[in-house]
């Protein structure tokens, strides 16, 4: 009941601790209604200013100005009935007001003129600075256009005030202006404080992320891109008072090369459409918005589907005009209300930028918009980084190009190869008369062995085995036997190492290398096809001893040295350099796989420079992805990483679309990890991913599997924000996890749990420990249960849900009675114990938290009864540590004292014999506590000072380095009081 002013206030803190939203907007109107009632002014003007904020923070800041009018007339009658909060709040929001009428084209220019002159008045009289009033007008004349230089010096020459916007949104600002001049690098220079955390508010560093997301870009800083629109967008996504940020990241995606990501955030924000109240920002909403939309239109996706406002279905032609018939009309009221074009001519600025990178940034998290889009070319063609084979006129010169392409094994041959299928399926295609091109029925054949090799890249498998037979008995047709049986002969092992079960049927590879044999012989085979017949054995010998490493039978090892060895020979005989070079790949392989590292690189290398003599250079990417293969594996991270780099450099140049690049990016960010160069680690694994996702759903495990590495690389460079996006990405709702293993889904949601503690939200962390529960609730391991139960509990205390996190602390016990995890539950109770003092109630709670202390304690004593695997030290410690911070919490600081003392002693009775830096940081810890403890609380500061003096150079002598540190300045401060 709402019937005294105690109540009112008190559901108006209530309020105020919930998001803002349409709920907390809701109670705020009701609760003014409420406060009215009462002639109380302090009552009626907490209301008023509670609404005011609900208004500003929920996209209805054109609603402000009213509030705003009832608060100064409040003000005016009863200034002394205002709080000091809420005095200064009166003076603050004046800016809110200013900022809500520029921002509105219904608003008469001279109208806005005129509030600035009662903001500067009203500061006036108050004994306030006018820095704030001249910001006001730097925001005025920038929105205009009109004496922005000027207004800017005017602002930025005044000192800050109490008044003054706080840094990090002056900062942005600052920045904006910057950018406006077209100095990217000053601006970003400018934005250092925020974008680095140094300086924040409610809504920094979310706001300064997206300002600089395309300055970025177009210095090319791409890592610190990637890295702030990861971390940005999550803070602003679904938020009515970040519309233009929202915009922004939007049209980062599509200048990037993001488009399905970019649609992506438009289905996740869609919402953000009906937030009419704020007409600047909408403006910049809907801007934003139509970059990615008109992009996507000009690149002919205009009957694509995409999300747009609520109660009807859009595609990208319909949604592009409902964008630029509203948003062309609110800029033309804004520079007819204004009288210049700046508004406009800013609109038509951003719309006039083309995609900024030559092919899309990789940014780690998996996008499931449009998968029609994840093959799209990138909007830029990238520079070609070599002269590609011309494609002749002639038909029948470019068969025979192609032939000759293929049997070099060159790139260029594929091309060719599609150009020969179009021209042949062509309505008025006449097959030549051509002796060196054969008959009609050969080139159907050879184009139905084509559409088999495309199958096979695309892994699909049994596609790719039907298509060669088809070829087969085209060839047999066409009265060509050779080519018939290398065709057949390679249906015999497209399914080794790719289909489950395949197993190699060496009675008909046997068969077929005797007919091979005999058939080249005759002439009616070709030196490569019989060479291609003995690589199948060789490829199915290698197979065969791979699955039984590591230790192979003499017969398999005989088996793939006589396949291997005769395929070399041949190929040396008919002087094939490719074919000779790949037997020796297989040797190679076979020699890392089984530990024999040296051997096999100094192998490959021999290969790389044997392709260079025999001028095949668009062999060596494959060979180098395995030689950094066999350096990674043989403890040479730097050298592979190297090594990688021309793999992937050399592949591209040729245009070797068949290269492997997902697998060799995610190596080449594993190297990366190894030698510490995390930021390419980082860049290797984000396209790693984005490789994987272009190769379809049946590598979403391998695209999975990335991800978590990268979350991992993030999470230990202290970028939490960009590692919980990602693994968002891999958990997201509208992205199935079907195909995943349950374990892998396991340890993405344990992840993105630990990630968000990390960044203090409690509440979505609990939920995913929840999902993470329900995920293992059937699993026999019940070591994982009692982790999930532990962590959950705490998670759920921290969030302030103390009666689940004591059913996550019950699920926890029974997880331990049936497999015990003594020192995980220990420290669950500890953290509990002392958040039930600090957090859930204050001294009031200290039996509770002593209880939980006691059980603790009973753990260890348990445990030692029962022979349970526990570290007592660590426990004990721990439990005396706790109790100490509970103790001094109730103000019981001689029982807290001793307790600290009691776990520097435990600690250092752990720590003594070998200095073992754990136990040692710890004691020092406990140190500083006994210290805070006795020189604070007990007023004993000579004591305390003696106490941290030995345990600094206790701390020096063990070898420690941040604890001597922390504990003098501690003394210092100590000393000095």
Known sequence: MLDTPGAVMAALRENDARP???????????????????????????????????????????????????ILKLWDQDPDGFGDWAAQQVFWRFKWVAGSLRDNPDVPLPAVERWLTELRDRYRAAGHGLQPYYAQRYHLARHTGVGVQDAYELWTARPRTELSNCHACETRARARHFLDLGEDARALETLVPVLSGRSSCAEEPCLSQSVALLPLLRLGRLDEARSTHLAGYRAARGKASMLAAVARHIEFCALSGNEPRGLELLAENRDLFAVTGEPGARLDFLTGVEVLIAALAAAGHGELAVSGPAGRGWTVDTLLAHLRTEADALAARFDARNGTDTVGAAR?????????????????????????????????????RRTVEAVPEDFAALVLRARELELLGHPDGDRLWKRVSERAAAADFTHPEHAELGGPERLRAELAEQRAHEALQRDDHAEGAAGLLAAAELFERAGLPGP??????????????????????????????????????MGDMTDDDRLIVLQSLAYAAHHDLVEALPEPSAGTTARFEAAVGGYRRAAVELGSARRAATSRQYLADAAARQGRSAEAAAELREVLAQLEAAELPWHTPRVLGLLGQVLLQGGEPGEAV???????????????????????????????????????????????????DRL????????????????????????????????????DASASTAGLDARMVAQARLDLARGLVELEEYRDAAEEYLRLAELVADWEDQETHTMVACEAALTLARAGSWDAAEAALGRAREAHEEAPQVDQLASTLRELAQLTVCERGGPEWLDAALALLAEADALGEAAERRGQQYTAWYLRGGSHYARARCLAVADRFEEALAEAERAVEVYGEQGEPAGAPQPESLRAESVRLAALIEGGDLDRPKAAVQRLTAAIARAEAAGLTEAPRVLAELRGRIAGD
């Open 642 to 692: 190297e090594v990688f780099h021309r793999a992937l450099a050399e592949a591209v140049r040729w245009g070797d679309d068949a290269y492997p690049y997902a697998p060799t990016y995610m190596l080449l960010g594993h190297a990366a990890m190894q030698v510490e160069d995390f930021g390419g680690a980082v860049r290797a694994l984000s396209e790693a991913a984005a490789r994987f």
């Open 484 to 521: 018939a049986l290398m065709v057949r002969t390679r249906t015999l092992i497209v399914e080794l190492g790719e289909v489950e079960g395949a197993v190699a049927d060496w009675p008909a590879l046997d068969a077929a290398s005797a007919r091979a044999e005999e058939l080249h012989a």
């Open 348 to 384: 038509r600025a951003r719309l006039a930028v083309r995609p900024l990178l030559a092919e899309p940034l990789a940014l780690g998290v998996r996008a499931v918009a449009a998968p029609e889009l994840a093959g799209a070319a990138p909007a830029v063609a990238p520079a070609p």
């Open 696 to 731: 379809g759903d049946g590598v979403v495990e391998d695209a999975a599997r990335v991800r978590l590495q990268l979350a991992d690389v993030l999470r230990g460079t202290g970028r939490d924000a960009d590692a919980v996006a990602v693994l968002e990405s891999v958990l």
């Open 20 to 70: 803002y939203g349409r709920t907390r907007t809701v109670t705020a109107e009701e609760l003014v209604d409420a406060a009215e009632q009462f002639e109380d002014t302090e009552v009626r003007s907490m209301a008023l200013l509670e609404l005011m904020e609900a208004y500003e923070y929920d996209g209805e800041s054109n609603k402000s100005p009213v509030v705003f009018a009832r």
